[in-house]
Structure formats: structure tokens, C-alpha cells
């Protein structure tokens, strides 16, 4: 038997991220907590600027590349640099350490004696760091995934740090373990679904590569009813993480409950890598069964944004409207998905990469609002914060324009970009209700815009926080990137378009 040819260097990105993740458990198993913080924090950083470099080097002396069960290509490099950039801001937030948003032993009971002595001692929950390196090598892998197997694996790789992230919140612990609990709950229902679609789609095609399955269904005319029932089982497990309706239940409660720092993670690197899976499997694996799928997809797509936007103007919580405000763009982009297109696959990976900066900047505003007991996430205590914080209300309105997609921001150029190839599919449904969907959400994003500026604030101790260097970092560069890309996109728009490929 010859020695497999393994290409590290194409899988270098994966692995450094991976290798950091494993230094980071040893690190919170032999070393002093004194030095944790420091160690931990350095190693994350330093691994994912070394990935995102080693990204660089491949997409500079390789234009593609496939390793059995994984394709490099220009997709590939799209999606993972994108997970590295989003994940490198949301590692800024999570290392903010004054507000300490994680509480500080997780295991202790909330309340009880062990819990307040944790507190008093300020200690910290660093575990987060090596959990969320693991979430980043997961979503790295999961749209360069070229087999089921691989798919699923990865699968697991970005969900399980999420559990267990979800309920480390410091502030209002029982809703923390609540919305981890759901979040594991129903994640292993929707794995259980994915598995069993496989299951479904190996016994049709007798392979789990991609490459077989389209051969597969070539080979059939795909009118086999067991590829039929698998695909419909597999898009289950994907449209949960994605947040599309009907399986986006779990999405304002687990919004709403885990640590804002790692929300705003979840929100921008689960939808990139969740997507990037759904783009290589739609768009290369199953391609020729578009006559079957595309239905299902187009009346899913329009009952995500339907649900995204209506619901989400009766939220009285922050953190709950940007949830739903989530829901609706997953269905935006299933309709990039849906036009099954060079022009949808650019717009998708557009749309996700102007979306990602967006959601990060709002939720890295979200932490600056505070009272004495931690984040004021009550939609009524912000009434009056463009007269406390002229500069903080203007950045987050820039925010909530982007992601209304109004003119000027890089929203509307990823939204104009998708129904553009939408309609050019012949799809006009979807860029009707997502016309119309867009308007009502642009009700709930400017209500909050007015009661920010035209309301009298409360004295009843909400303050807008002075932020450290690591916020600030973060919120500067996606404000930047939000308009700046909003005023002049076409050199992200040609990069983008000169790499959406898939290999083979």
C-alpha cells in the first residue's frame, strides 16, 4: 500500500489553527491562571494572523487545488479568509477584558457561594480562547468539505465549542445555560439529520464525495427517491445553522442568552461557513437536481425573510430584533443559492463578506451600553443615546443603515448585488418579497435610529462605557469597512469575482 500524498501546505491554514487550539488547552492545563490570559490571548491572535499569511501564500502559488476529501479553490480561499477576518475581530471582542462578559468559573452553580467567591477573585474564563480556535478551524473546514464525512466532521468541529461558549455568559447565568442548552438540543437533532440524509444520499449514489454524487445523478436522470429524501434530510441540518424558518427557532433565544462577544462571533463566522458548505453542495454536488430542490428553496427563502422582518418589530430586546434581523438575511441569501449562477455564487460570497463586518460592528456596540450590573440590552434604555454618545449613536446608526442596505453601505451593495442575480435567473419571486422584505425592515432598523436621537434619555443608570483599545480596533475597522465598501466596492467585487470557482 503506498503512503498517501498529503498536501500541507494547502492545508496549512486549517492546521496552524487547529495546532494553536490544542497549545491553548495545554496551556489551561498546566499553566498558572496568572499567565493564562496573556498566553491564551497571544497564541489565538498570533495563529490566526499566521493562517490568514499562509492563505495569502496558497491563493499566490496555487490557483487550485483538490485533497481528496477537501477542495482548496478559489471559493475555498474566499470563504476561509473571510472566517479568519471575522473570527479575528471577534477575538478582539472576546479578549475585552474590563467588562468581563464571561462569567468567571462556569462550572460554579449561578449564585451560590462558589460563584460569588470566583468573582471576587477575578478570575477569568479562558477556556474561550482555545474553544473559539476550534470553532474557526470547524468553520474553515466546513465550505472546503469535498465529502459528506469530511462535511459532517466539520460540522461538529465549529457546532460543539458554540454549546458550550453559549452558556458562559457572566450576566443572567440560568438564561446563558438556557439558550446553550437549546442551542446543543436542537444542534443535535438538525446533526442527526444531516447524518441520516447522507446516510441516504451514499446507499443512491454509492459515494460520499461530491464529485461521485453529481456523477450519481447524472448517471440517473436524479429521479431516484432515496437521493430525493437524503437531500431533503441534509438541507434540515443545514438551514439550522444557517437560521432559515422553519428551523430558526433557536436563533433569538441563543442570540439573546450567550455572551454578546460571542454572538457577534456565531453571527458573522457560523453564516460564512454554514453557507459556504450550502454553496459547494447546491452548487457542485447536487446541481443537476435544481428542478427538484429550487421550490422547496424559493418558498423557504420567502418565509425567512417574511418571518425575519415581521417578527422583529415587536422585539423590545436588542439582542433579540438583531436575531431576527439574521433570520431575514439568511433568506436573503438562500436567494444566491437560488439562482444557481456565476453572478449568484459572487453575490453570495459578497453578500456574506459585507454582511459579516456589519454584524460584528452592531454587536461590538452592543457591549459599550451598559449599567451597573453589565449590558443593557432593553431597547427602551436606549431611548436618548445619540444625546449621552453622539459618537457611539452615529456609529451604530451606520451600522443599522448597512444592514437595512441602504445606499452608501456596503448592505446595499451586497443586496443589490443577490437580487441582481436573482432576477437575471428568472427567479423574480424571491427579489419581489425580498424587496418588499427589505422595506419592512428598514421600519424597525430606522425606529431604533429615532428613539436614539429624537427620545429624551432616562436617568435610570444606563451609561454608554468608555471601551478599550481591542473595542475600539473593532468597531473602527468595521465601520470603515462598512463604508467604505458601501462608497467604493469594486476592488472587493473583482477580487471576489476573480475567485469564485470551485476546482474541478
Same mark, same amino acid.
Given at each position: 500500500m503506498n503512503a498517501p500524498n498529503i498536501e500541507y501546505g494547502i492545508l496549512g491554514p486549517i492546521l496552524i489553527v487547529l495546532a494553536a487550539a490544542l497549545i491553548g488547552v495545554l496551556i489551561e492545563a498546566f499553566v498558572s491562571r496568572?499567565?493564562?490570559?496573556? &498566553?491564551?490571548?497571544?497564541?489565538?491572535?498570533?495563529?490566526?494572523?499566521?493562517?490568514?499569511?499562509?492563505?495569502?501564500?496558497?491563493?499566490?502559488?496555487?490557483?487550485?487545488?483538490?485533497?481528496?476529501?477537501?477542495?482548496?479553490?478559489?471559493?475555498? *480561499?474566499?470563504?476561509?479568509?473571510?472566517?479568519?477576518?471575522?473570527?479575528?475581530?471577534?477575538?478582539?471582542?472576546?479578549?475585552?477584558?474590563?467588562f468581563q462578559s464571561f462569567t468567571a468559573q462556569a462550572a460554579a452553580i449561578p449564585g451560590s457561594n462558589e460563584e460569588q467567591k470566583a468573582l471576587v477573585s477575578g478570575l477569568q474564563q479562558t477556556e474561550v480562547f482555545p474553544l473559539t480556535l476550534f470553532a474557526i478551524s470547524g468553520a474553515m473546514l466546513f465550505p472546503a468539505a469535498n465529502d459528506l464525512l469530511t462535511l459532517f466532521v466539520s460540522l461538529e468541529v465549529l457546532s460543539l465549542p458554540l454549546y458550550l461558549m453559549a452558556g458562559l455568559s457572566q450576566r443572567r447565568r440560568l438564561l446563558s445555560q438556557e439558550a446553550a442548552l437549546k442551542y446543543f438540543l436542537l444542534g443535535a437533532?438538525?446533526?442527526?439529520?444531516?447524518?441520516?440524509?447522507s446516510a441516504f444520499i451514499y446507499g443512491?449514489?454509492?459515494?460520499?464525495?461530491?464529485?461521485? *454524487?453529481?456523477?450519481?445523478?447524472v448517471e440517473s436522470g436524479g429521479s431516484d427517491q432515496f437521493l430525493l429524501v437524503g437531500l431533503a434530510l441534509l438541507t434540515v441540518g443545514l438551514l439550522f445553522k444557517v437560521s432559515a424558518a422553519p428551523f430558526h427557532a433557536w436563533t433569538p433565544d441563543v442570540y439573546q442568552g450567550s455572551p454578546t462577544?460571542?454572538?457577534?462571533?456565531?453571527?458573522?463566522v457560523t453564516k460564512v461557513a454554514a453557507f459556504g458548505a450550502a454553496i459547494r453542495i447546491y452548487y457542485f454536488a447536487v446541481g443537476g437536481l435544481v428542478w427538484s430542490w429550487r421550490p422547496i428553496l424559493i418558498a423557504i427563502s420567502i418565509v425567512t425573510m417574511a418571518i425575519g422582518t415581521v417578527i422583529a418589530i415587536a422585539q423590545k430586546d436588542i439582542k433579540r430584533v438583531?436575531?431576527?434581523?439574521? *433570520?431575514?438575511?439568511?433568506?436573503?441569501?438562500?436567494?444566491?443559492?437560488?439562482? &444557481?449562477?456565476k453572478d449568484g455564487l459572487n453575490a453570495t460570497l459578497i453578500y456574506l463578506f459585507t454582511y459579516g463586518f456589519t454584524t460584528i460592528g452592531t454587536f461590538a456596540i452592543v457591549t459599550l451600553v451598559r449599567d451597573s450590573g453589565g449590558e443593557v440590552s432593553d431597547l427602551n434604555r436606549w431611548a436618548g443615546l445619540g444625546k449621552r454618545s453622539p459618537l457611539v449613536a452615529g456609529t451604530f446608526?451606520?451600522?443599522?443603515?448597512?444592514?437595512?442596505?441602504?445606499?452608501?453601505?456596503?448592505?446595499?451593495?451586497?443586496?443589490?448585488?443577490?437580487?441582481?442575480?436573482?432576477?437575471?435567473s428568472g427567479n423574480i419571486s424571491v427579489v419581489v418579497a425580498g424587496v418588499l422584505a427589505s422595506a419592512i425592515a428598514a421600519f424597525f432598523y430606522i425606529r431604533i435610529i429615532v428613539m436614539m436621537y429624537f427620545s429624551d434619555p432616562v436617568e435610570d443608570g444606563t451609561s454608554v462605557v468608555i471601551p478599550s483599545a481591542m473595542t475600539v480596533a473593532t468597531i473602527a475597522i468595521c465601520a470603515v469597512a462598512t463604508l467604505v465598501m458601501g462608497i467604493y466596492p469594486q476592488p472587493v467585487i473583482s477580487a471576489i469575482n476573480s475567485l469564485a470557482f470551485f476546482a474541478g
Open positions: 496568572r499567565y493564562r490570559y496573556i &498566553l491564551q490571548t497571544g497564541t489565538a491572535f498570533a495563529a490566526v494572523a499566521l493562517a490568514f499569511l499562509q492563505l495569502v501564500l496558497i491563493r499566490q502559488t496555487s490557483s487550485k487545488a483538490a485533497v481528496s476529501s477537501m477542495s482548496i479553490d478559489g471559493v475555498t *480561499i474566499v470563504l476561509q479568509g473571510s472566517v479568519l477576518i471575522f473570527g479575528f475581530l471577534g477575538l478582539l471582542l472576546i479578549a475585552e477584558r474590563g437533532f438538525s446533526s442527526a439529520f444531516f447524518l441520516f440524509g443512491q449514489a454509492g459515494s460520499t464525495t461530491f464529485d461521485g *454524487i453529481r456523477k450519481s445523478i462577544p460571542v454572538t457577534a462571533f456565531m453571527a458573522a438583531l436575531a431576527y434581523s439574521a *433570520i431575514a438575511h439568511s433568506g436573503f441569501l438562500l436567494t444566491g443559492i437560488i439562482a &444557481l449562477s446608526t451606520l451600522f443599522l443603515l448597512g444592514l437595512a442596505g441602504i445606499p452608501l453601505t456596503s448592505g446595499f451593495v451586497g443586496k443589490f448585488a443577490i437580487f441582481t442575480a436573482a432576477y437575471k
